[in-house]
């Protein structure tokens, strides 16, 4: 059967939680997916009921005017869509959106104070995978992934031949969630041979620790 896209998309945005959406098809897909600008009311559904809630209650609104068929099999949720400086949104750009669920968030690099530093700007994906078991109705930044990510971007930028070798003073003293934008600074210290990193909110500490750098695998 032929479906109208856009009056599944002008559907979806007049859904309460929804600022915009587009449906399409990623090639060599038989189902629709849709990927879906939360406004504000949406992002806070998805923080605290989480996505399942979310994409069930956006399924329910287009089961009230379109047959199973025409609705979405894959979701992916975001706060804003993909649109290129002219309006529009490629099938590349589509097809990239579409796909796999982010593993982390693009981090944008800012000033830092010396050589030894580097800090970043991270905004949160709505739709990060590890959301899906931490925890399906309050999705919370797992602690591990946010030392992942510190570490990859400092053998990235700053100490390419980094070996973890253990963890020092790790604190979790706020929560990160969909959305939030944070701050990342890393620092290395030659003489301890320890990376420092810090996650903030604004001036709110949220994490930080040290990586112990060598060919030990101990923490302190």
Not at 146 to 172: H, N, S, T, V, Y
Not at 208 to 215: E, F, K, T
Request: aromatic share 6%.
């Amino acid at each position: 059967k032929r479906i109208a896209l856009p009056m599944l998309e002008q559907a979806l945005a007049r859904h309460a939680h929804v600022a915009e959406a587009r449906v399409g098809r990623a090639a060599g897909a038989t189902r629709l997916t849709a990927l879906v600008a939360l406004n504000p009311a949406g992002l806070h559904a998805l923080r605290n009921q989480g996505r399942r809630a979310v994409v069930d209650a956006l399924r329910q609104h287009l089961a009230t005017g379109f047959e199973s068929l025409a609705i979405p099999r894959g979701w992916r949720l975001a706060r804003q869509l993909p649109w290129n400086s002219q309006g529009k949104m490629t099938q590349a750009d589509f097809e990239a959106a579409a796909g796999p669920r982010p593993l982390q968030p693009m981090a944008e690099p800012l000033p830092a104070a010396g050589a030894d530093e580097r800090r970043y700007r991270m905004e949160i994906p709505c739709d990060l995978a590890y959301f899906g078991g931490h925890f399906p109705t309050a999705p919370v930044v797992p602690g591990v992934a946010q030392i992942g990510w510190a570490l990859a971007l400092a053998q990235r930028d700053l100490l390419p031949d980094l070996r973890f070798a253990g963890m020092e003073a790790l604190k979790f003293q706020r929560l990160l969630r969909p959305g939030d934008v944070t701050e990342l600074a890393l620092r290395w210290d030659a003489g301890k041979r320890k990376l420092y990193f810090t996650y903030t909110l604004g001036e709110a500490p949220c994490s930080s620790g040290r990586v112990l750098h060598g060919d030990r695998h101990d923490a302190a």
